[in-house]
DNA sequence: TTTTATTATCGTAATATTGCAATATTAAAA
DNA sequence: TTTTAATATTGCAATATTACGATAATAAAA
C-alpha cells in the first residue's frame, strides 16, 4: 500500500498532520532555522551550510514553500527565501491549539 | 536513496524532524485527539472509530508510543492508551521554543 | 483446560520519500 | 549574443512508510 488514506480523515486532521509532515525532516527543520538566523535573505549558501546537493536542497525549500512557511523572492540570478511570519504564527497557534485541546483525563 | 542523511544534521533539529514526523499521519493525530476526548481509557475502540485495520493502528499506537506521547497499561485483556500528559507538555514547550527562535529578520 | 477476545507481530504488496546526477531554465555579466 | 552563475526540474535508484491479512501471544471466561 504506502498510500495515505486521507479521505476517512477529517480536514484538520489532515491538515495539521501534512504540516507536520513537511517539518519532519531534519533538512527542512535546519533550512528554517538557517533562514531565520540570517540577517540578510539568503539564497543557496543552503547548499554549503547544510551538506546535501543543490537538487535536494531546491527539493526541501518546494516543500516548505508548498505549506506557505517560506517565501522566495528572485533578486537577479539568486533567490531570496524568507520566512512567512504571518503563516509561521498562523501555524504556532493552530499547533498550540491542537495541544491544548488534546490533553487526557484519564488514567 | 530514501534514507536521511541523520549524522550531518545536530541533535535538535533529529529530535524535532523526528517527533513532527510521528505527528505526521493523520491516523495519528485522529488517534491523539481520540484518546484525549474520552473520559476513561480506550483501546481498541480505535479500530472502529477510525476505519483502519486493527493491525494497522496497532502499528501507529507504537509510533505514538515510541517518542512518550502515549503510554499504555494492561487492563485484563485490553489495552488502556492514555496521553502522557508530562511528555505532551515538555514537546509543546520544545516546539514553542523552535517556534519562537526561528523567526526571520529579514525581507 | 479450552475457548474467546484483545492486542502485537510478521510478512508482504503498493506507494512515498530521499538524494543525486544530469539537464533545463533564467537572468545578469561580459 | 555568448558566457556564466544560480536555481529548478527530470529521471532514476535506494530506502521508508502505509496498510492489511495471517498468525502469535496473552489473559479472562467458560
Redesign the interface.
Known amino acids: 500500500m504506502g498510500i495515505?488514506?486521507?479521505q476517512?480523515?477529517n480536514e484538520e486532521?489532515?491538515d495539521?498532520?501534512?504540516?507536520?509532515?513537511?517539518?519532519?525532516?531534519?533538512?527542512?527543520?535546519?533550512i528554517?532555522?538557517y533562514?531565520?538566523n540570517?540577517?540578510?535573505?539568503?539564497c543557496n549558501d543552503l547548499v554549503e551550510e547544510?551538506?546535501?546537493a543543490q537538487a535536494t536542497i531546491s527539493q526541501h525549500l518546494k516543500e516548505l514553500k508548498s505549506i506557505g512557511l517560506l517565501?522566495g523572492?528572485i533578486e537577479g540570478k539568486k533567490m531570496?527565501y524568507?520566512?512567512n511570519?504571518e503563516r509561521?504564527e498562523t501555524?504556532?497557534n493552530q499547533?498550540?491549539n491542537?495541544?491544548n485541546?488534546?490533553?487526557?483525563?484519564?488514567?
Do not use: D, M, Y
Open positions: 495515505t488514506k486521507t476517512i480523515f486532521q489532515n495539521l498532520a501534512q504540516f507536520f509532515k513537511v517539518l519532519g525532516h531534519p533538512a527542512r527543520v535546519a528554517l532555522q533562514v531565520s540570517q540577517n540578510a535573505c539568503i547544510i551538506g546535501l517565501k523572492e531570496c524568507c520566512i511570519v509561521w501555524l504556532q499547533l498550540n491542537f495541544f485541546k488534546t490533553k487526557s483525563n484519564c488514567c
